[in-house]
């Protein structure tokens, strides 16, 4: 055990004095988690960019100001960018000139619209919305807002109407009825009717804008009971890097029996006493103890420099010990196959990056759900990424034994045969 100690240590200084090597192991990870995580909103939510919209007002009424004011208020919310325009040519040339993705029509007759003729027996009114045809996610957005103003526009509508009735105002005998039809004549004073209609919408779209709308907080399902965190967008990230960079450094530390084999330094260690199932155990802890010492330093980096919350000392141990053995199972295994160091560089990239797609490392701890949930477990990086979210979202140990489990079945399975094939080469 000793000797085998010493072998290990030996080629972990040599690995941790490789510039290029550190670079790929320590470096890489960090900087594309800095990367990405600045991409995606970092440890808040997802961020939009507000999208670029004309505005031309032809009507100029009550009714299409506080619509104005309305797509003014949710442009505050950083959703959309308005800029106004005067005519209709105008907001075309923005929108062709790439300026906008989307200009709005607020049409000429709106607000009489929305004052009750409409929906009394007169002429409907549309708000036209141009849109970039070489844009997708923008327009749509645009549409939505401008559905649910125009939907607060006819609720409010409906109210007031629904007020003049219950007050008994002459003429409101016209209103429609149910099935949206009409009395084929209408009694009372119809203009009467829509004077009542119209002061109930301002005076309910008075007391709409001083009303604290309810909020909607968007969240991901809490795992591990009510006390559960979120997990930032940084933690999800880095736990997939890291995983992603501790496969190639556990295949990279495993190299190193092919290369002293080419060597012939490999041959030498075995005409020593140092029997060679010591100098192979040697060897495989030394892929061991590097993977190891890169995991913890990815750890406590990205503790001290993004803030990620890792969860519980005991639970995060574990998952680095769990996520080094794996790492260097898989190594020993992939170099075992092959006869040249090249052979195992090609190789073993191909297998990471495959397992890292399917496990989905570059997506990190998120979750696609469905199918992509059900391949990721075929893969032990899939299972490794499982547990370090629910560590981060503060769940109990007992919530990690399956994951962890499954680990570990992986990595005895890995260790074995590649144990079993080094044996019969080297015997």
């Known amino acids: 055990m000793r000797n085998a100690l010493f072998i290990s240590l030996k080629d972990v200084r040599r690995a941790y004095r490789d510039p290029a090597g550190l670079a ?3 470096l890489a990870p960090l900087v594309l988690t800095l990367l990405l995580g600045a991409a995606f909103g970092g440890e808040g939510e997802l961020s939009l960019t507000p999208v670029p919209v004309v505005l031309v007002d032809e009507d100029g009424g009550e009714s299409a100001r506080s619509l104005v004011a309305g797509l003014e208020a949710t442009g505050g919310e950083g959703l959309l960018e308005l800029a106004p325009a005067d005519t209709r040519e105008q907001a075309e040339a923005a929108i062709a000139g790439g300026d906008a993705t989307a200009a709005i029509i607020i049409p000429e007759g709106f607000s ?3 004052s009750g003729g409409w929906s009394l027996g007169g002429a409907s009114v549309q708000v036209e919305l141009l849109q970039d045809p070489a844009s997708s996610s923008g327009p749509r957005l645009v549409a939505g807002v401008l559905q649910q103003l125009i939907s607060s526009f006819n609720g409010a509508w409906a109210a007031g109407a629904a007020a003049a009735v219950d007050a008994g105002v002459p003429g409101t005998d016209a209103m429609p009825e149910a099935d949206g039809g009409f009395p084929a004549e209408p009694a009372g004073d119809l203009a009467a009717a829509q ?3 119209e002061a109930a919408v301002h005076r309910f779209r008075e007391l709409q804008a001083g009303i604290q709308s309810p909020e909607i907080e968007s969240r991901s399902p809490r795992i ?28 990279n530390g495993a190299r190193s029996i092919l290369e002293e084999d080419q060597a012939g330094t490999l041959a030498r260690l075995f005409t020593t006493p140092t029997a060679r199932a010591v100098v192979l155990g040697g060897k495989f802890l030394s892929a061991f103890l590097s993977v190891l010492l890169q995991a913890a330093i990815l750890v406590i980096a990205g503790r001290l420099l993004f803030g990620i919350d890792w969860g519980a000392p005991v639970a995060v141990l574990l998952l680095i010990l769990m996520g080094a053995l794996v790492s260097a199972g898989l190594g020993v295994m992939l170099n075992s196959f092959v006869r040249t160091p090249s052979q195992a560089g090609a190789i073993a990239s191909g297998v990471v990056v495959l397992l890292a797609l399917v496990g989905g490392n570059f997506t990190g701890t998120l979750s696609a759900g469905g199918a992509f949930d059900v391949l990721r477990r075929l893969t032990p990086n899939g299972w490794l990424l499982e547990a370090w979210d629910l560590t981060m979202r503060g769940a109990p140990l007992a919530e990690l034994m399956l994951p962890l489990l499954a680990v570990a079945g992986f990595s005895l399975l890995f260790f074995l045969v590649g144990t079993w094939s080094f044996r019969r080469r080297y015997a």
């Open 24 to 26: 790929m192991m320590l």
């Open 112 to 114: 009489e619209a929305f």
């Open 195 to 197: 004077d009542a209609a």
């Open 224 to 251: 591990g009971g009510a006390d559960a965190t979120e997990v930032s967008v940084t933690g999800a990230v880095l736990a997939g890097m890291m995983v992603f960079f501790m496969l190639i450094a556990g295949a």
